[in-house]
C-alpha cells in the first residue's frame, strides 16, 4: 500500500464573514436606491433639455418654456442652445409645452426623493457617530461616498 498525500479531498473553508449591525446594514444599503436616484435625475435632465431644444427649434416663445420648466430664460436659452441638430418639425406649442411639464414633474419628484433619501442618510450618519461605534470613515467605507462627503451631511445646516 502506497501513502498518498492528496488522495483525501480537503477540507473547505469558508471566509469570516463579519456580521452588521443593523444601521451598518441600513447605511450600505443606501448604496443602490442613490445610484437609481442619481441616475434617474441624470436621466431626466438629459430628457428636458432635449425637450426645451426640440420646444425653441419649433419657435415656442422662450418666456413660456422658462414658465413651464421653471427655470430662468437665460438658461433655458443656454440649454437650447447646446442643440446644434435640432430643425423645424411643425409640432404646435402645446404639445411642447404639456411634454416639458410632464418631464419637469417627473424631475421634481425624483429631486424630492433624493432629498428625502439624502435626508435619511444623515438621520443613519449621525446615529452611528453618537453611538460612538463608528467614525466617518467607517461609514465612507459602507455607504461608498468620499469621508469629505460625509463631512458634508453631518454639518449643521444654516437656516
Known sequence: MTYVAEARP?????????????LELRLAGTRVPRAR????IRTLLGRRNEA????????VSLAAVSAVVGIR?????????????????????EWHL???????????????????SVESLRSDVLEGLEAGHMDVFR?????SLPAER??????????
Open 52 to 59: 426645451i431644444a426640440a420646444a425653441l427649434a419649433d419657435k
Open 150 to 159: 460625509i463631512r458634508e451631511l453631518i454639518k449643521p445646516v444654516a437656516q
Open 37 to 40: 436616484i442619481d441616475s434617474r
Open 73 to 93: 430664460a437665460a438658461d433655458v436659452k443656454r440649454l437650447g442652445g447646446a442643440y446644434q441638430d435640432l430643425h423645424f418639425s411643425g409640432a404646435p406649442q
Open 98 to 116: 404639456s411634454g416639458l411639464a410632464a418631464v419637469a414633474k417627473q424631475l421634481e419628484h425624483a429631486l424630492k426623493d433624493k432629498e428625502q
Open 10 to 22: 480537503r477540507r473547505r473553508t469558508t471566509p469570516h464573514q463579519p456580521r452588521l449591525t443593523s
Open 139 to 143: 461609514i465612507a467605507a459602507l455607504t
